[in-house]
């Protein structure tokens, strides 16, 4: 069988059961051109279909959800949750709750879950739900009015041994507390049925850095290989939400300077280096916009629309924003600025047509569903320490996290290199990933 052929032929089923989820697609056509080779290498796997009940999703559920503004007016949402993959664990992900979301995002976000956390060592499965409910400019009573009708309908579907969600865009700290005081209301019990809680009722420590400390420890990795570090280097990285400020932190802590940061309207940069205090004021505390930074900080300025950013000269680009945020265009301008590094801070941040300029530009590269393991790695350590009884200290969490984080970067680099992909962490991501999920679905029979 012909490489294209079967790519084309996977495709062409996956474009026909879901037409017009092109996100879907383009996550899908990625990992079926990386795990060409092992199909090649494994016949039963192509004997047992295992890739094609893979881009199956296990369970898909969709339904309404009616809530009461302050005002008095109902409203209806709709809410999903995608049950993609339970060959090795629980089914794990996040909710989004964000006006963009649709089945094909959800979807695309599930698929993606599922490799990246079987990269993570630890025993998860991958799935993904949310809602187009925007909390943005909410009252604090809407959100949880809105929390609790969606839990009403999602707690038959979840549990901590079945599905255990946690947050993603526009699921905070808030809305995990609403969300889980429901489902604790509804079903009388505590468990960890969602991770990143608050640490007075279950929650980890590191939890709410994990995925930006994460993000920072894969790309030392990548940059230890090429022979330098973080000292002195200069950083962009997109978005100012949990993933942008802690991967911020990190990088400021191990001698970086982080230059710019964004949001929904616009970037700052500041090149005498980004005052974090104030960003995490703005954002985590005031829920403000990043054009007030510069009100206080006079070496700053702000320009108007996001996509910009990635015009700012650096060493090394964070993207931690939103999916796609990267195209041709903005990768060309990285390469012509002598960008030595790319770590996806976001899921799939960049253009198949952006990755390939990178990897053709020996940019090194650093694909999100291993470089921003580190969230759902660290809600695993949550699960487990949820099982135990136990809570871990910060500097325990932290140590697990960088252990798991340098697990994942030998993974991704021993599966390139064992199947004649040297340095493309992409295509050894998806055939570390594959791997281990495929042997789990061979071992328990067409299920």
């Given at each position: 069988?012909?490489?294209?052929?079967?790519?084309?032929?996977?495709?062409?089923?996956?474009?026909?059961?879901?037409?017009?989820?092109?996100?879907?697609?383009?996550?899908?056509?990625?990992?079926?051109?990386?795990?060409?080779?092992?199909?090649?290498?494994?016949?039963?796997?192509?004997?047992?279909?295992?890739?094609?009940?893979?881009?199956?999703?296990?369970?898909?559920?969709?339904?309404?959800?009616?809530?009461?503004?302050?005002?008095?007016?109902?409203?209806?949402?709709?809410?999903?949750?995608?049950?993609?993959?339970?060959?090795?664990?629980?089914?794990?992900?996040?909710?989004?709750?964000?006006?963009?979301?649709y089945l094909g995002i959800i979807k695309f976000l599930g698929f993606e879950q599922v490799?990246?956390?079987?990269?993570?060592?630890?025993?998860?499965?991958?799935?993904?739900?949310?809602?187009?409910?925007?909390?943005?400019?909410?009252?604090?009573?809407?959100?949880?009015?809105?929390?609790?009708?969606?839990?009403?309908?999602?707690?038959?579907?979840?549990?901590?041994?079945?599905?255990?969600?946690?947050?993603?865009?526009?699921?905070?700290?808030?809305?995990?507390?609403?969300?889980?005081?429901?489902?604790?209301?509804?079903?009388?019990?505590?468990?960890?049925?969602?991770?990143?809680?608050?640490?007075?009722?279950?929650?980890?420590?590191?939890?709410?850095?994990?995925?930006?400390?994460?993000?920072?420890?894969?790309?030392?990795?990548?940059?230890?290989?090429?022979?330098?570090?973080?000292?002195?280097?200069?950083?962009?990285?997109?978005?100012?939400?949990?993933?942008?400020?802690?991967?911020?932190?990190?990088?400021?802590?191990?001698?970086?300077?982080?230059?710019?940061?964004?949001?929904?309207?616009?970037?700052?940069?500041?090149?005498?280096?980004?005052?974090?205090?104030?960003?995490?004021?703005?954002?985590?505390?005031?829920?403000?916009?990043?054009?007030?930074?510069?009100?206080?900080?006079?070496?700053?300025?702000?320009?108007?629309?996001?996509?910009?950013?990635?015009?700012?000269?650096?060493?090394?680009?964070?993207?931690?924003?939103?999916?796609?945020?990267?195209?041709?265009?903005?990768?060309?301008?990285?390469?012509?600025?002598?960008?030595?590094?790319?770590?996806?801070?976001?899921?799939?941040?960049?253009?198949?047509?952006?990755?390939?300029?990178?990897?053709?530009?020996?940019?090194?590269?650093?694909?999100?569903?291993?470089?921003?393991?580190?969230?759902?790695?660290?809600?695993?350590?949550?699960?487990?320490?949820?099982?135990?009884?136990?809570?871990?200290t910060f500097d325990e969490v932290d140590q697990r996290l960088k252990q798991i984080m340098?697990?994942?970067?030998?993974?991704?680099?021993?599966?390139?290199?064992?199947?004649?992909?040297?340095?493309?962490?992409?295509?050894?991501?998806?055939?570390?990933?594959?791997?281990?999920?495929?042997?789990?679905?061979?071992?328990?029979?067409?299920?």
């Amino acid at each position: 069988m012909g490489k294209q052929y079967y790519v084309d032929e996977i495709m062409g089923q996956v474009l026909a059961r879901n037409p017009g989820e092109s996100e879907f697609h383009q996550a899908v056509r990625e990992v079926v051109e990386s795990v060409q080779a092992v199909i090649e290498k494994n016949p039963a796997f192509a004997r047992a279909k295992v890739l094609e009940r893979m881009v199956e999703p296990e369970r898909q559920v969709m339904f309404r959800v009616p809530w009461v503004d302050d005002r008095g007016e109902v409203q209806v949402n709709r809410g999903f949750r995608v049950e993609f993959s339970s060959a090795i664990g629980p089914y794990k992900g996040g909710l989004r709750f964000h006006p963009s979301v649709y089945l094909g995002i959800i979807k695309f976000l599930g698929f993606e879950q599922v490799f990246k956390n079987a990269l993570t060592t630890t025993p998860i499965g991958g799935g993904k739900g949310g809602s187009d409910f925007d909390p943005k400019g909410k009252s604090d009573n809407e959100v949880m009015r809105f929390c609790q009708s969606f839990m009403s309908e999602l707690f038959r579907h979840i549990g901590p041994d079945t599905d255990v969600p946690a947050g993603d865009i526009g699921v905070g700290g808030r809305e995990i507390g609403f969300l889980f005081g429901q489902y604790k209301r509804l079903t009388n019990t505590f468990t960890g049925v969602l991770t990143g809680k608050g640490l007075e009722w279950g929650g980890s420590l590191v939890r709410t850095e994990a995925t930006g400390y994460g993000l920072v420890y894969f790309v030392t990795r990548m940059l230890q290989d090429r022979g330098t570090d973080w000292k002195g280097k200069k950083v962009v990285i997109s978005g100012s939400g949990n993933v942008a400020i802690y991967a911020t932190q990190k990088a400021q802590e191990l001698g970086a300077r982080v230059i710019a940061m964004s949001d929904s309207n616009g970037y700052i940069v500041d090149e005498e280096g980004i005052k974090l205090d104030t960003v995490k004021r703005i954002k985590e505390v005031e829920r403000g916009r990043i054009r007030e930074y510069i009100d206080e900080h006079r070496s700053a300025q702000y320009v108007e629309g996001w996509k910009g950013i990635w015009s700012v000269p650096c060493d090394i680009a964070l993207p931690s924003a939103t999916q796609n945020e990267i195209d041709a265009e903005a990768a060309e301008q990285l390469v012509k600025n002598k960008c030595i590094a790319v770590g996806e801070g976001a899921n799939m941040p960049s253009t198949p047509e952006a990755i390939e300029i990178f990897l053709e530009h020996g940019v090194a590269f650093g694909p999100a569903k291993a470089a921003n393991a580190g969230g759902v790695a660290t809600s695993a350590l949550e699960m487990c320490q949820n099982s135990m009884r136990l809570n871990w200290t910060f500097d325990e969490v932290d140590q697990r996290l960088k252990q798991i984080m340098n697990a994942v970067y030998d993974q991704c680099t021993g599966a390139a290199e064992a199947y004649g992909a040297e340095g493309n962490l992409v295509a050894g991501a998806n055939i570390a990933g594959f791997l281990k999920v495929a042997r789990a679905m061979m071992a328990q029979g067409v299920v």
